[in-house]
């Protein structure tokens, strides 16, 4: 009798769990609604008052995510486009925080991570 109610308990903690989950990507991430573009509008230093947005950052970057969990992101600076692409996950920390994880096809230089020697990169959502 304990196993089935330890079995149920753990049962209902994970299923509701998910769903929980679920509702918070589907308020953020509208799965119903693609391609999605999030754009870059603004910018901070770790000066204050160093901040910019719009035309006045140094540069401009998007990133566009498809049905299929692919994603590409583009970056213009001087003129000059560069885009990558790659594969895009929600996941959830420890401490239940959630973060948006892009994993890239390949090594570059659009990847905003603190890792050098992962090709990902992680967002997280406030």
Do not use: H
């Amino acid at each position: 009798m304990k196993k089935l109610i330890t079995f149920l308990t753990l049962f209902t903690f994970l299923f509701s769990c998910s769903k929980e989950d679920d509702t918070e990507i589907e308020n953020i991430f509208d799965s119903n609604k693609y391609p999605q573009k999030w754009e870059l509008v603004r910018m901070f230093g770790q000066l204050v008052g160093s901040g910019s947005t719009g035309e006045d950052m140094e540069r401009q970057e998007y990133y566009l995510f498809n049905a299929d969990d692919t994603f590409l992101k583009s970056r213009e600076r001087d003129g000059v486009r560069v885009e990558e692409s790659g594969t895009f996950t929600f996941e959830y920390t420890q401490f239940d925080e959630l973060m948006l994880v892009l994993k890239y096809d390949r090594d570059n230089d659009l990847i905003g991570s603190c890792y050098s020697s992962q090709v990902k990169e992680v967002l997280w959502i406030k």
